[in-house]
């Protein structure tokens, strides 16, 4: 079966400026995650979507990030606007369930490397 | 609050030699423990997990990792590296966000080196 797709893979921009990834997961995958990863630390959970609905996005910061899937299946996260610290590697991932793994394991993309100038 | 602590940052090991890296949790409550596996420029991969069945959980690549309750841990093991395991390693913990919502919290990971 096809992964999760994201793109664009890598991203420079100036602080100030907006940006938007994009994340296609497994077919039948009904619940979608977020997460931004800072160099040097584990990934951390943004937002979490089951269908089209959001399920927690308690660590987003809704100041400057937004996040959509509207149809439930591809989605979109875009900041604006970026700041310095936004630099980091964002990944998305997809699963079956929400069970968080218990169950059906999280497939995890590939990523987009997102650098702050 | 459940969280992971992966001690050492940087793990460096002989090919064939024996792969420990080490994952201690803090939990009020029976821990869901996961053992994930980065590759260079790649997302994560599932290695193995604890649901609370078998104590040795046994994963993928000849992984396997024990929960020990007495000491909460959850270490991963290999008998014997390969050069193909260099790579970086997550701890991560189910947590409970709220009503039957749950996310996984990730340790800050640990690099595995492999010398020729």
Known sequence: ?117 | AQSVTQLGSHVSVSEGALVLLRCNYSSSVPPYLFWYVQYPNQGLQLLLKYTSAATLVKGINGFEAEFKKSETSFHLTKPSAHMSDAAEYFCAVRLNSGGSNYKLTFGKGTLLTVNP
């Open chain 1, 1 to 117: 079966e096809a992964g999760v797709a994201q793109s664009p893979r890598y991203k420079i921009i100036e602080k100030r400026q907006s940006v938007a990834f994009w994340c296609n997961p497994i077919s039948g995958h009904a619940t979608l995650y977020w997460y931004q990863q800072i160099l040097g630390q584990g990934p951390k959970l943004l937002i979490q979507f089951q269908n089209n609905g959001v399920v927690d996005d308690s660590q987003l910061p809704k100041d400057r990030f937004s996040a959509e899937r509207l149809k439930g299946v591809d989605s979109t996260l875009k900041i604006q606007p970026a700041k310095l610290e936004d630099s980091a590697v964002y990944l998305c991932a997809s699963s079956l369930d929400a069970g968080q793994g218990l169950r059906q394991p999280q497939h995890f993309g590939d990523g987009t490397r997102l650098s702050i100038l």
